[in-house]
């Protein structure tokens, strides 16, 4: 009945480490055991297998009519983890929905090289891998393109719009935030020079 905060052991004698409560927060009606957190693997179009994290109510029914917000990034080397969101459980709790968070190429998920796959002239595989991602989760009957919502901001927000205009069929809704989508002059504005490397 909490949204939960884990930490690990650093005592460098011990040879097992064992997750402990660190805080938690109790939250009237939500009861942390009536919900799942599972990694699944699905295969890129170039057959790289790319890993995601799906959280949903424990014994759903795989028959498409879930509500499902898919978020991404993809890029700097940022690693995407699962971590408890008060906003993302609102959907899962209160609308039966299913929350995806995709560890796209670009990322720092499984180190330089994983990076490199999803950056400069390989910013495309950061996309497809998005996009494989939502197939896959209509093709396990999780939910449907009716059903299906994409997020991102920033490296993210590009991803999403980029996605959404490269497969409008496959997703309902898409929530851009600040994505820097002006590909030719991104790097005379703002911060936008520093994306020359990615």
Known sequence: SSGINAEYGADREVKEYTA??????????????DYETEQVFFDSKDGTRVPMFITHKKGIALDGTHPTLMYGYGGFN???TPSYSVSKMMLVH????IYVLVNLRGGGE????W????SLANKQKVFDDFIAAGEALVS???TS??????????????LVAACA????????????????LDMYRFHKFTIGHAWCTE
């Open 78 to 80: 940022i690693s995407l």
């Open 165 to 180: 205009n490269q497969r409008p069929d496959l997703f309902k809704a898409v929530v851009c935030h600040v994505g820097v």
């Open 20 to 33: 402990s409560v660190f805080k938690e927060t109790p939250i009237k009606g939500f009861v942390s055991e």
């Open 115 to 118: 990076h490199h796959g999803g």
């Open 145 to 158: 393109p009716n059903k299906l919502a994409i997020e991102g901001g920033s490296n993210g927000g590009l």
């Open 110 to 113: 499984y180190g330089d090289e």
């Open 94 to 97: 209160h609308l039966g929905g």
């Open 140 to 142: 396990k009957g999780y």
